[in-house]
């Protein structure tokens, strides 16, 4: 580990060098891709000379124990830096667990309704409603890229960006079916239905890491359709972007400029093509440590919500919260902190 250590901060070194010369300055997205490397690294670093400087104090401490006069202070501070260095390694231990180089982008959602019919619409916008209270609580903003809605409020789909300082890193472990167990509105006789709703969530990521070929994307116009204002019908606002070589498709209705569709359009398809190749690398690494929490698979079943019995159970860590209405009201903290802590545990049994 501590080799390891070791070449960590000698690379922290040859970045600080890097990024303060300006021929690799005058390169943008060069820079920028070195900047966010020396961020990924620089908090190991920090604690590693931490955890040195201890270790120095401790020697330090001990030669001072000669001096008959200094002996008591000295083993005093031999004690403290005695008892800090295992803290520290232990630190080190999950601050070298290698980071996921998406945790501080902004991210992309999106709620699809599953099995059920109107009751998992209505469970979709419920889904939506508790990440948008989740994102204000957290200073995160919230924009509606695109958005399906049904004639009693719910969601055949909806898509949003959520963007702030280390948004993919508390929304990631979202992606994957989740299912609703309660007694619809519509249901005369009390029977309790259960529904789902699919969530994906993707990294935005910046040009850099997608190459896109502009003569690769089709465009289409067309008119807005459902709540948004009078114009909605009257211009063709509303774009869709096809991305041919895969087939892959995102579209914008939610603007009234064309020319701002497009942009968050084109924001859309780029992480969606970034993800599908994602998805690609992690089947080829399958033969590797495949962490349950964050496998991200769209098909799992990741979560119940039982109405009834007022319980919120994640089935990947076996961790229900009877918090029932403060978690639809935005109160994922505990939850996500608990499938982050399981995630680092397997992590480092791979690492061991």
């Not at 960590?8 to 060069?30: A, G, H, M, T």
């Not at 067309?222 to 579209?251: D, M, W, Y």
């Not at 590797?288 to 698979?297: I, L």
């Amino acid at each position: 580990m501590f080799q390891k250590l070791e070449d960590v901060e000698k690379r922290y070194e040859e970045l600080n060098k890097l990024i303060s010369d300006p021929n690799v300055i005058s390169n943008q997205n060069e820079w920028k891709k070195l900047m966010k490397e020396h961020s990924s690294i620089e908090e190991v670093v920090m604690k590693y000379r931490e955890y040195k400087q201890t270790e120095k104090a401790m020697e330090e401490a001990k030669e001072m124990m000669s001096d008959p006069e200094l002996k008591d202070l000295a083993e005093e501070d031999m004690l403290k830096a005695k008892n800090k260095l295992p803290v520290l390694e232990e630190e080190l231990k999950v601050l070298l667990i290698p980071k996921d180089p998406n945790d501080d982008n902004n991210v992309i959602c999106e709620i699809r309704s599953g099995a059920g019919g109107e009751e998992a619409a209505l469970f979709a916008a419920t889904l939506f409603r508790m990440y948008s209270m989740y994102a204000e609580k957290k200073h995160f903003k919230i924009e509606v890229l695109n958005a399906n809605e049904t004639e009693l409020g719910g969601y055949k789909e909806i898509s949003f960006m959520v963007t702030g300082k280390g948004a993919y890193s508390r929304f990631k472990f979202e992606s994957g079916v989740h299912r609703v167990q309660r007694v619809p509105d519509t249901e005369s006789s009390g029977r309790i239905h259960t529904s789902t709703a699919t969530v994906a969530v993707l990294p935005e990521v910046e040009d850099v890491e997608v190459d896109l070929n502009p003569a690769d994307i089709k465009m289409e116009v067309f008119r807005a359709s459902g709540a948004g204002g009078q114009h909605v019908n009257k211009t063709s606002s509303a774009v869709r972007l096809i991305h041919e070589p895969t087939g892959i498709v995102a579209e914008c209705q939610t603007e009234r400029s064309q020319t701002q569709n497009r942009e968050y359009a084109m924001r859309l398809l780029r992480s969606r093509i970034y993800q599908m190749e994602k998805e690609k690398q992690d089947k080829e690494l399958a033969s590797e440590r495949r962490s349950q929490v964050g496998s991200g698979d769209r098909s799992e079943k990741i979560r119940t919500y039982n109405y009834p019995q007022g319980r919120i159970t994640d089935h990947r860590i076996g961790f229900s919260t009877y918090q029932f209405d403060n978690f639809l009201n935005g109160d994922l903290d505990e939850m996500i902190d608990n499938l982050i802590a399981s995630d680092r545990a397997e992590q480092l049994k791979g690492e061991e």
